[in-house]
Every structure is written in structure tokens, then in C-alpha cells.
């Protein structure tokens, strides 16, 4: 198979140069880094009494803060189904609210019928991508967790990956799946030492060091060359014309 000759020399005609901004490593520098704790969001997805998704939860925001953080935690009893209630919903402006002061997210998701919980994606889907010009989510960075009342299973977790890439979210490499939950959890509902714990600890230092990486820089992080035209009047002018709200 023949390769075109490079460098190539037939120009990128397709190409907007007025918004066109090659990455450079001089914008990943802070003039000023925040003096603030890292903030962190944690969801969980499940309502019962003796919660073990909720005791991860738990967990997981005893080591952020041991490791500086400030931690949230949502509590979804009351949050209405999505479209069973308005926006302005009291529990759901709690929601988005804590989701704009977050700057990382943790969610925590039992494993229900081979996938996550309603209670936890209706949390998710009360997330809008944007309002107005707030983004409650992108940039953020995410981690994932499951606890299974069975054998060890990721089918939780990689949906929540899905969902943290869809809402624009940096999700870390790292997660944590903890089967029989119910062996791994005291009477207090602390989590037992092990290697299922350890885990958790890993990825609670992997969500912390992503987020004191990336916090200061995530709007360049997540600035886009398609977004940056549609901003531009014109094009939000043309927009309006082609949907039948500007003059032809």
C-alpha cells in the first residue's frame, strides 16, 4: 500500500485557522495555584438501611480527607425520578449545586440485575451536560466503585465509565469492585482491612493526585475547536437561521 509523502503539503482546506489553537505546554502552566482543599462529590445508589454501597461511600470520604480533601456527600432519599419533578426541585438544585463546587466526583454503585442502580443513574441523569454556560460535570475528575452481593463483577463500574464519558468527565484509570460486600463490611459498617480495602485506598490516591493535576487547567483541558466556532456570533446567528428563529 503506497503512504502519502510527507510532509503532507495539500493543506487542511476544512479547517477554521481563526479557531484552530495547536496544543503547547506553556498553557498547561498555572499562574496561580488554588489555595483551596481539593473538593470532592460522592454518589451513591442505594437507599436501603444497611447501605454498603453507602458505606463505600463512607470509606471513600474518610481517605479523601485524610489525604486534604473537602468531602460531599449527596443523599438521594427524596431525589424524584428524572422528568417525575421540575429542575427547581429542592433536592435536585442540591445536586447540581454540589456537583458545580465539586472539582472530582466519586461514584459508588451496587450492582442490581447485572448492572447499575435506577436510584443511581437518576442521580446522573438530573446532571445536565450544561446550563446556560455552567458545566456541573466536565473537566471534573471521576472514580468508580461497585459493591456485588455475589461474585466479583465490573458490570456496575463500566457503566458508570460510560456515563462519566458521556458527561464529559476525566474518569482515572484505576477502580474498585467489591464482591460479597456483606463479608467486607462490620457491624458499624467499616469496611475490613485486605486486599479489597487496599484497592479502595489506591483509588482514592489515584482520584486525588488526578485532581490536584488537572483542577487549575481543566477548562483548557476541555476546550474545544468545535465549541470555540459555535460560540463565535455568526455561527450562533447562522444556527438560529437553519432552525427557523433568524432571518433567511
Known amino acids: ?86 429542575a427547581d426541585h429542592p433536592k435536585v438544585q442540591e445536586l447540581r449545586q454540589l456537583s458545580i463546587w465539586s472539582e472530582g466526583q466519586v461514584w459508588v454503585s451496587p450492582e442490581r440485575h447485572g448492572n447499575l442502580t435506577g436510584v443511581m443513574k437518576s442521580q446522573v441523569d ?16 471521576l472514580a468508580v466503585m461497585q459493591v456485588s452481593g455475589g461474585s466479583q463483577s465490573f458490570n456496575a463500574v463500566n ?44 483509588v482514592c490516591e489515584e482520584l486525588m493526585k488526578f485532581t490536584l493535576l488537572t483542577r487549575e487547567r481543566a477548562d483548557y483541558l476541555v476546550d474545544r475547536y468545535s465549541e470555540r466556532k459555535e460560540r463565535e456570533p455568526e455561527r450562533l446567528k447562522a444556527v438560529a437561521t437553519d432552525i427557523g428563529f433568524g432571518k433567511r
Do not use: C
Open 1 to 86: 500500500m503506497d503512504k502519502p509523502q510527507q510532509p503532507f503539503a495539500d493543506g487542511i482546506p476544512n479547517l477554521s485557522e481563526a479557531h484552530f489553537e495547536a496544543p503547547i505546554v506553556e498553557q498547561l502552566q498555572v499562574p496561580a495555584a488554588f489555595t483551596h482543599a481539593p473538593r470532592f462529590l460522592i454518589l451513591y445508589g442505594s437507599l436501603r438501611e444497611r447501605s454498603f454501597s453507602r458505606f463505600l461511600a463512607y470509606e471513600a470520604a474518610r481517605l479523601l480527607e485524610a489525604m486534604g480533601g473537602e468531602v460531599r456527600i449527596f443523599h438521594a432519599h427524596g431525589l424524584p425520578l428524572p422528568d417525575d419533578a421540575t
Open 126 to 141: 438530573w446532571l445536565p451536560l450544561s446550563e446556560g454556560s455552567v458545566r456541573p460535570t466536565q473537566g471534573r475528575t
Open 159 to 202: 457503566s458508570l465509565r460510560i456515563l462519566g464519558r458521556w458527561m464529559r468527565m476525566i474518569t482515572i484509570p484505576n477502580q474498585s469492585s467489591v464482591p460479597m460486600a456483606y463479608k467486607e463490611f462490620d457491624d458499624a459498617g467499616r469496611m475490613k482491612p485486605g486486599p479489597l480495602y487496599d484497592r479502595v485506598v489506591d
